[in-house]
């Protein structure tokens, strides 16, 4: 995909309507989801221009030093071993020294400006600056041993070896980057999308502020707006407005969005506080701008992108590292759980095929990370002609749409298993809030009608297990109150993510289906 700026796909999409047959404008237009449906023409053409998933800035840079690290380590001690050393007793001093120098070669590289991204778009720039590094390195290594009094002929020959092993490495191994960084960078992928939320002055001052930036990474994707086009323009420096604040929850459900920019005043308390309500469920950064501001605060409390000032209000959940981590541990301990509960889940197939007819697994339509429309699987617990794919009447006590094993397995949550294949496609989280069924109501009311703030907790992948879960919240939802005290579970949850939390809740899980499982049926 070729880099396109909205405003000139705006203009393009002017002509295009302009020409084609009435009734037949977009027909040539790609399928969009159904939840796009309340947005413009144009929002939808600009939300398909960015449906693809960018690339993180920082999680690039890490994986370049930590490959380059590695590297370098595994160079050093490829020159020990080709210079005899491999014959020799392990000396701790020459094995240390290369973590230290693949250490101390990270840091001068860090120092010239080598692990920015501009740096990564040009070959000759980072190259100069990498050889320079290096070089520094080996004197420093060189200039350590002579003082020490240490070294031979021997060492020196490692020394040699390294040097140069490292260097066609580096120059490989950037060239190979810059042009994956190019093609990124012409696909739009390492950009930081952003939407401007308000019109009018301050949006247009905050604009010509970021684009006069050097190196912003920043594209925006739009503007959106409640205010009429008197106090609020359709196009302000080029970008058009796209719709209004409902239609942008809709927009950044379908859109891969990095980042919010809310172009008020912070003195407009009330007005700030009530776009906020609507758009904290988004799973993006929400930033208030601060450079019309006559209200300063203390510099430690602003974020600068350039000399731009902004005020945090959310920062988006599981980013960058996070969420490589947390998929990291839902691959090993996901896969680990489906090896060393293959057993259970045979046994479970074998009952239920020999208690009642139809298909062991149950796919039902539930919601998964950011309002997405996806398949859980689970074991089949109701007999084949009344199972409730669109969950349209919550399971009782006693229900007789349940079968027999249906009803054990539901107490002991062994219809669940089968969701760790959805864990290993990436659907599901081990942990996180529950996959709600997309009817899922109470009192003829849906959730998303009973709890303001509800869809908030789709800011993180849905889980097979979550905080709620092990404090009782499972099973029948009969009462607007257990719905509640599921979302304030959950958003708890996703405020206070870490590794060591989800080992918390994975330990907890069996403990708790003992004490509450007469709340499943």
Not at 110 to 131: E, T
Not at 161 to 182: E, N, P
Request: aromatic share 10%.
């Amino acid at each position: 995909m070729k880099q396109i700026d909205p405003r000139t796909l705006y203009r393009q999409a002017v002509d295009i309507q302009e020409m084609a047959p009435e009734g037949n404008s977009f027909d040539a237009l790609p399928a969009v989801p159904r939840a796009t449906a309340t947005l413009s023409e144009q929002a939808r053409d600009v939300a398909m221009l960015f449906s693809d998933r960018p690339i993180s800035r920082r999680l690039l840079a890490g994986s370049v030093r930590a490959i380059e690290f590695v590297a370098i380590v595994v160079s050093g001690y490829a020159a020990l071993y080709f210079t005899g050393f491999g014959t020799g007793a392990l000396d701790p001093l020459h094995l240390a020294a290369v973590p230290f120098g693949a250490a101390l070669t990270l840091l001068f590289v860090q120092a010239f400006d080598g692990y920015q991204i501009a740096a990564f778009r040009d070959y000759a720039f980072q190259l100069g600056r990498l050889v320079a590094s290096w070089s520094m390195v080996f004197a420093a290594l060189t200039a350590l041993a002579f003082f020490a009094g240490l070294g031979d002929s021997d060492d020196a020959r490692r020394l040699v070896r390294w040097y140069f092993l490292g260097l066609a490495f580096f120059f490989v191994f950037r060239f190979v980057l810059t042009r994956l960084v190019s093609g990124w960078t012409r696909d739009g992928r390492l950009e930081r999308r952003a939407v401007i939320v308000g019109g009018g002055k301050l949006a247009e001052d905050l604009i010509r502020s970021l684009e006069a930036q050097p190196g912003n990474d920043i594209r925006i994707c739009g503007i959106f707006d409640d205010r009429d086009d008197e106090r609020s323009p359709s196009m302000v420096e080029g970008y058009p407005k796209l719709g209004t604040i409902p239609e942008l929850v809709e927009f950044g459900r379908i859109t891969k969005l990095d980042m919010l920019i809310v172009a008020l005043p912070i003195t407009a308390a009330a007005r700030v506080h009530q776009l906020l309500k609507k758009l904290w469920v988004l799973p993006v950064d929400i930033r208030l701008s601060a450079h019309a501001d006559r209200l300063r605060f203390r510099p430690r409390n602003y974020s600068y992108e350039g000399s731009v000032p902004f005020l945090d209000v959310v920062d988006k959940p599981l980013a960058d590292w996070d969420a490589v981590a947390k998929r990291s541990f839902d691959l090993v301990i996901g896969a680990l759980a489906l090896i060393a509960l293959a057993p259970v889940m045979i046994a479970t197939a074998i009952a239920i095929k020999l208690d009642s007819k139809g298909p062991v697994f149950f796919r039902q339509k539930r919601f998964g990370f950011n309002n997405e429309v996806i398949d859980v699987w689970k074991f089949r617990s109701m007999y084949t002609d009344q199972s409730d794919f669109a969950a349209a009447k919550i399971v009782t006590k006693g229900d007789p749409r349940v079968t027999k094993v249906g009803r054990f397995i539901r107490k002991a949550s062994i219809d669940e298993l089968p969701q760790l294949f959805n864990v290993l496609m990436g659907e599901l989280s081990l942990v996180g809030p529950r996959p709600h069924a997309v009817n899922a109501q109470t009192e003829n009311r849906m959730w998303d009608q009973v709890v303001d703030g509800y869809f908030a907790r789709h800011k993180v992948k849905p889980g097979v297990t979550g905080w709620a879960q092990i404090n009782g919240w499972r099973g029948e939802i009969d009462t607007p109150d257990k719905i509640r005290k599921r979302v304030e579970h959950d958003i708890h949850y996703i405020e206070n993510w870490s590794v060591l939390f989800d080992l918390k809740i994975l330990v907890m899980t069996p403990i708790s289906l003992l004490q509450h499982s007469d709340n499943a049926y």
